[in-house]
C-alpha cells in the first residue's frame, strides 16, 4: 500500500471516528432505510405463500371423480393421480365413498373416510366431541343426528340395504358404531354420517373404490389447471377439477393483498430514501469549511469527491449490511406472530438492499460535495 | 418584539435548511397518516374482497324437512308449506341491527322438473331483483354477486329489470347432455305446469350447479305450485372474527349476562347476525356456513395484524428520519448560538427560540404531510381495492401527537449539546 492510499484511508476512517455523534446519525438513517427495504420487500415476496397457506383453511380446492359412471376410483388410480402434484404443495387429500344406509329406519348416506385427513382438507369442521380416532367410532352430521335423536357417546345401529338386491322387509342385523361427534359445518356434510373405510366395509360387506377425493392443494390457480390436466393425462379413470368457488375467489384476494404490500412499500420506500438522502444532504453541507481548507491546501475538486464520496458508499455499506440484518429479523417477527411460520431468506434482497442504500447514499452525498466544491474555497473559510 | 424578529431573520435567513425540516416532517407525516389510514381501513377493504365466496349465511325454515334436503322425497302433489319460508318476508333481512353489514342476499328455490324426458333439479332465485322495503328503502340484490365465481362461457346474467323472465342460465354439464346453448329454447314440466325457457347464458361453477340450471324466482314458483314461497335465503354480510364471546353466545344466548348479551348482540358477529335474522324472519333458523364464515376470520386477523407490524416499522422509520434531521440542523447552528450566548443571551431563552423555529416549521411541515398522506391512502386504496379509504379524525389528531412527540424528542440532544458550548470555544472556530 502506497503512502497515496494509506492517507486516503487515514483521513476516511478519522473523518468518520472523529465525527462520531454526526455519522452516528447518518448511519442511523441509512439502517432504517435499508431495514425498512429488506423488511418490507422480504414480506411482500413472502405473502403470497404465507397467505396462500392461510386459504388453505378453505379446505379442498381440487376434486378427482371417476370419470366413468360405471367404476369408481381405485387406490392406485388415485395414488398415481396425487403423485403428478407436487409433494410440497399439496396439503393433504381425503377420499371418500358414499353408500346409502339406514339408522333407525332413516335413511341416510354414510361416507367412509380417512378421517385425520380430513382434519387437513376441512380444516373448518366444527366437531362437538371429537373426531373419530379408531374404527368402530361415528362422526355424524348435526342434520342426522337430530333426525335420529343420537349424541355423543352413544351408539347407532347402522344398516345397509343392497340397492341392487330385492327390498325384502326383513329388519336386517347392522352394525353398532359410538358416536364419537357431531358435526356442524352450516352445509351438506351435516347430512352425512362419516366412519373409516374398515367400518363402512363391515356395514355394506363389500369393498369399493372412491366416489370422490378431496385435495387441498397450495398453489395458483393457473398452476391447479395445469396439474389437474396432468393427473387426467396420467390416469384416464380420474376426471380432476377445481373448486372454482375457492380456487377464484383466492386468487382475487391473494392479488389484491400482494399488490397492497407492494404498493405500501414502494410509497414507503420512496419517503425513507428521502429522507436519507435529506440527511446525507445536511451532514455534508455542514462540512463546507472542511472543504474549503482542503482546497485551499490544494486538494483537486476531483480527489474531495473521491474522498467524501468514499466515505458515503462505506457509510452506506455498513448501513446497508446491518439495515438488511435488521429487516430479515422484522420479516422473521412478522412472519411468526402472523403466520407463525418461518420467513424464506432470499440472498438477492440482501444484495438488493446493500446495493440500494450504497447508492442513495452515494447519489445524496454527491450533491452538496459539488455546491461545495464549487465555492471560492476563501469564502467559505472566512465564513460566508 | 425582539423575539419575532429573531424567528423571522431565522426563517429569512435560513430558509433552505427550514424546508429540508419541513420536508423532512411533512415526509414523516404523510407516511404516517397513510399507513395509519390504510392499517384502519384494510380489514373492511379484504372484508369486501372476500365476500367473492359468496353467501357465509343460509337461512332455512324451521321445519324444512331433513329427507326432503337428502333423497329429494317431496310429498308429489301436495306442496308442504311448512318446509319453505315466505318470500314477502325476505326483505326483513335489511332491516337487523346490523343490516348495514348485510352485503348481499338471494332467496332459492329448488324442485325437481322433467327437461327432455329426464329428470333434472332447476333452481329458481333472484338475479338483480329490485325490492322496496316497509321502511321506505329499496335494494337491488340478487344471485349475481353471491355466484362471482362463476365463469360465464357464453350469453349473459339474466336481467330481471329489462328481459321477460321466460328465459333460464344454464351450467355446462347439464349444456352438454341437453345439448344446449344461447339462444336456444328448451321446454321445463314441472309438478303444477310447464313453459318454454330460451337459454341466456351458459356458466361453469366447478361444483354441483353444473349439472342444474338457474330460472327467476317466479317462474319456478308456478311450474312447482309454490307461489310466495322460497326454500332458503342465501346471505353474505360482513362479520367480525369470531372470539370466545361469540363461540359462547353461539351455543346459547340465553346463557349470557345482561352486559355480554349487549356487547355480542351489537357486534357483528356471525352468530349474533343470524340470531338477529332469526328474530326478524318468522319460522327462520339461520346457520353460518362454516367453511367461509371461519375461513374469512383467520384470513382477516392476519391480514390485520401484517397491516399493523409494516404501520409500525414504517411509523418507526418516520420518527427516526424526522429526529436525525432535526438533530443535525440543530447541532449545524452552534456558531449562531455561541454568538447569541456571547451577547449574554440565557440558555432558556435560547431553547425557547430554537424550539419556536423548529416546532413552526414542524407544524407546517406536519399538515403538509397529513394531505399528502391523504392522497396517498387514496392511491393505494384506489389502485389495490378499487375504492376510496375510509379517513378518520382520530387519525389527524395521532398523527399530531407522534410528529410533535418526535420533534421534540429529536431537538432534545442537540439542545443538551448546546447547553453545555462554551460561547468562546465555538466562535473560535472549533
Not at chain 1, 377464484?248 to 425513507?272: C, M, N, P, R
Not at chain 1, 453541507?285 to 491546501?297: H, S, T, V
Not at chain 2, 314440466?189 to 366447478?206: I, N
Not at chain 2, 349470557?256 to 326478524?280: G, H, M
Request: charge should be negative; proline fraction near 2%; aromatic fraction near 8%.
Amino acid at each position: 500500500m502506497n503512502a497515496k492510499t494509506k492517507m486516503f484511508f487515514k483521513m476516511i476512517t478519522s473523518s468518520i471516528l472523529k465525527r462520531r455523534s454526526r455519522m452516528i446519525i447518518a448511519l442511523l438513517a441509512i439502517i432504517v432505510g435499508a431495514t425498512i427495504l429488506s423488511g418490507l420487500v422480504t414480506i411482500y415476496y413472502d405473502v403470497p405463500r404465507q397467505m396462500g397457506a392461510q386459504f388453505r383453511n378453505y379446505g379442498a380446492n381440487m376434486i378427482f371423480t371417476s370419470s366413468s359412471s360405471d367404476a369408481k376410483l381405485t387406490d392406485e388410480a388415485v395414488k398415481e393421480g396425487v403423485k403428478k402434484i407436487p409433494a410440497a404443495e399439496l396439503k393433504g387429500y381425503t377420499p371418500y365413498r358414499y353408500e346409502a344406509v339406514r339408522i333407525n329406519k332413516q335413511p341416510v348416506i354414510a361416507a367412509g373416510t380417512d378421517i385425520p385427513a380430513t382434519l387437513v382438507t376441512s380444516p373448518y369442521w366444527f366437531v362437538e366431541g371429537k373426531r373419530p380416532e379408531k374404527d368402530g367410532e361415528v362422526l355424524v352430521g348435526k342434520t342426522v343426528a337430530d333426525l335420529i335423536g343420537a349424541r355423543v357417546g352413544e351408539s347407532i345401529n347402522v344398516q345397509y340395504y343392497d340397492p341392487d338386491e330385492e327390498d325384502d322387509g326383513l329388519e336386517k342385523e347392522g352394525v353398532d358404531l359410538t358416536v364419537s361427534g357431531i358435526l356442524e359445518t352450516g352445509s351438506t356434510e351435516e347430512e352425512y354420517i362419516y366412519a373409516s373405510f374398515s367400518d363402512l366395509e363391515l356395514i355394506t360387506g363389500k369393498t369399493a373404490g372412491y366416489d370422490v377425493v378431496e385435495l387441498s392443494v397450495s398453489s395458483t390457480e393457473a398452476n391447479l389447471e395445469k396439474y389437474a390436466k396432468s393427473v387426467e393425462d396420467a390416469n384416464a379413470l380420474i376426471t380432476a377439477r377445481l373448486v372454482t368457488r375457492v380456487t377464484s375467489s383466492e386468487g382475487a384476494v391473494l392479488t389484491k393483498l400482494q399488490s397492497l404490500v407492494f404498493i405500501v412499500t414502494a410509497v414507503v420506500l420512496v419517503l425513507t430514501m428521502i429522507c436519507v438522502a435529506t440527511t446525507m444532504t445536511a451532514v455534508i453541507a455542514e462540512r463546507r469549511k472542511e472543504i474549503g481548507l482542503r482546497k485551499a491546501l490544494g486538494a483537486s475538486n476531483a480527489s474531495i469527491m473521491k474522498e467524501f464520496l468514499s466515505e458515503g458508499v462505506l457509510l452506506g455499506g455498513v448501513g446497508g449490511v446491518l439495515g438488511s440484518v435488521f429487516g430479515f429479523v422484522f420479516a422473521e417477527i412478522v412472519s411468526v406472530n402472523v403466520f407463525s411460520g418461518s420467513i424464506t431468506f432470499r440472498p438477492f434482497i440482501l444484495v438488493l438492499s446493500l446495493l440500494a442504500s450504497i447508492v442513495v447514499t452515494g447519489l445524496s452525498s454527491l450533491i452538496p460535495i459539488r455546491s461545495a466544491t464549487e465555492i471560492d474555497p476563501a469564502l467559505i473559510l472566512k465564513g460566508e | 418584539m425582539f423575539f419575532f424578529r429573531m424567528i423571522k431573520g431565522a426563517y429569512v435567513r435560513q430558509w433552505k435548511k427550514m424546508l429540508v425540516i419541513a420536508v423532512t416532517v411533512a415526509l414523516g407525516a404523510s407516511i404516517a397518516t397513510a399507513m395509519l389510514n390504510v392499517m384502519l381501513d384494510v380489514g373492511d377493504k379484504i372484508n369486501q374482497e372476500l365476500k367473492a365466496y359468496g353467501a357465509n349465511i343460509n337461512v332455512v325454515s324451521r321445519s324444512a324437512s331433513v329427507l326432503s334436503n337428502l333423497y329429494e322425497i317431496e310429498g308429489d302433489d301436495e306442496v308442504n308449506v311448512d318446509s319453505y319460508l315466505k318470500e314477502k318476508d325476505v326483505g326483513k333481512i335489511k332491516t337487523i341491527f346490523w343490516a348495514f353489514n348485510i352485503t348481499d342476499f338471494a332467496p332459492v328455490m329448488e324442485s325437481s322438473v322433467t327437461v327432455n324426458g329426464k329428470k333434472y333439479k332447476a333452481v329458481g332465485t333472484w338475479f338483480n331483483h329490485h325490492l322496496e322495503l316497509d321502511t321506505g328503502e329499496s335494494v337491488d340484490t340478487g344471485v349475481i354477486n353471491l355466484r362471482s365465481w362463476w365463469k360465464i362461457k357464453s350469453g349473459e346474467w339474466i336481467n330481471e329489470q329489462s328481459s321477460d323472465l321466460k328465459e333460464v342460465m344454464i351450467g355446462s354439464n347439464f349444456a352438454e347432455k341437453e345439448n344446449l346453448s344461447v339462444g336456444a329454447v328448451m321446454t321445463v314440466t314441472g309438478k303444477k305446469g310447464g313453459g318454454d325457457y330460451k337459454v341466456r347464458a351458459v356458466y361453469s361453477s366447478g361444483d354441483a350447479a353444473d349439472d342444474t340450471f338457474y330460472m327467476p324466482m317466479s317462474e319456478i314458483q308456478k311450474l312447482s305450485g309454490t307461489e310466495g314461497y322460497v326454500k332458503k335465503i342465501e346471505v353474505s354480510a360482513l362479520t367480525t372474527p369470531d372470539n370466545e364471546l361469540a363461540v359462547k353466545a353461539a351455543k346459547n344466548p340465553d346463557q349470557l349476562s345482561r352486559a355480554e348479551y349487549d356487547l355480542w348482540y351489537c357486534t357483528a358477529y356471525v352468530s349474533s347476525i343470524c340470531y338477529q335474522i332469526q328474530e326478524v324472519i318468522p319460522n327462520s333458523v339461520a346457520t353460518a356456513y362454516r367453511q367461509i364464515a371461519e375461513s374469512e376470520g383467520e384470513i382477516l386477523d392476519k391480514t390485520q395484524l401484517l397491516m399493523t407490524l409494516i404501520t409500525i416499522l414504517s411509523l418507526i422509520g418516520a420518527a427516526l428520519g424526522i429526529s436525525n434531521l432535526v438533530t443535525s440542523s440543530v447541532m449545524e447552528r452552534a456558531g449562531e448560538i455561541g454568538l447569541m450566548k456571547a451577547v449574554g443571551a440565557k440558555n432558556s431563552q435560547i431553547i425557547f427560540l430554537i424550539l419556536t423555529e423548529i416546532f413552526i416549521t414542524a407544524i407546517i411541515g406536519a399538515v403538509a404531510g397529513y394531505f399528502m398522506g391523504f392522497g396517498f391512502a387514496q392511491v393505494i386504496g384506489r389502485t389495490v381495492f378499487g375504492s376510496a379509504i375510509d379517513m378518520k379524525g382520530m387519525i389527524a389528531f395521532i398523527v399530531a401527537v407522534l410528529i410533535l412527540g418526535v420533534t421534540l424528542i429529536g431537538s432534545l440532544p442537540a439542545i443538551r449539546l448546546m447547553l453545555r458550548l462554551r460561547p468562546s470555544e465555538v466562535l473560535h472556530g472549533r
